[in-house]
């Protein structure tokens, strides 16, 4: 072998290992950017809301926040007026759902039936039984709306997947 080739051949080994570890230090960077398959599933959560009674509120996690569920009451004025905006049909019922927190400072309000509203014990903050913001009081915009999806013939909500009920909703709310 020539003086030449040697480099030559020198040359092509040290660019094929600088090649091959730039390769496999770009899987290793995927897979640490890739989220684990748990993490993914864990984005979403099937909620079964068949067993719901007119009035009555239910409280599931997803992604490690509270979200609401409300069947709304017959006689509750929000419920028709909000319709599209905050609220879904689903059969002759009408639902409400919304991330459960405070849109001030974070607290969990919690929902008074009798009134039919959220009521925020931290500083007083009101929210209208469709998780709107009641002017006057700290919270600045109403909940958020999470993504959510129909499933089972509306027996059913994924939360996590942005369904056409979702998306056709005016207020998502949120910060
Ligand atoms: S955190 Fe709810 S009113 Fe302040």
């Not at 909620?47 to 009451?73: F, N």
């Not at 009134?115 to 925020?120: A, P, R, S």
């Not at 998780?131 to 013939?153: A, C, Q, S, W, Y």
Request: charged share 25%; hydrophobic share 35%; with cysteine.
């Amino acid at each position: 072998m020539s003086e030449n080739q040697r480099r030559d051949f020198i040359g092509m080994a040290l660019g094929g290992g600088v090649a091959f570890g730039a390769v496999a230090s770009l899987i290793a960077m995927k897979k640490t950017w890739d989220p684990l398959p748990s993490v993914v599933s864990a984005g979403f959560t099937t909620v079964d809301i068949s067993a719901l009674q007119e009035g009555e509120i239910m409280t599931v996690e997803w992604r490690k926040k509270p979200v609401y569920i409300l069947r709304m009451a017959k006689d509750d004025p929000d419920a028709e007026k909000f319709l599209g905006k905050r609220n879904i049909k689903i059969g002759d019922a009408i639902y409400t759902i919304g991330v459960q927190i405070c849109t001030h400072l974070g607290c969990i309000p919690g929902y008074e039936s009798s009134k039919k509203e959220f009521l925020c014990a931290c500083h007083g903050g009101r929210f209208n039984s469709s998780g709107i913001n009641e002017p006057g009081t700290p919270p600045p915009v109403p909940m958020e709306i999470p993504p959510f999806k129909l499933i089972d013939g509306g027996k059913k909500l994924l939360l996590g997947e942005a369904g056409e009920e979702y998306q056709q909703l005016a207020i998502k709310g949120g910060k």
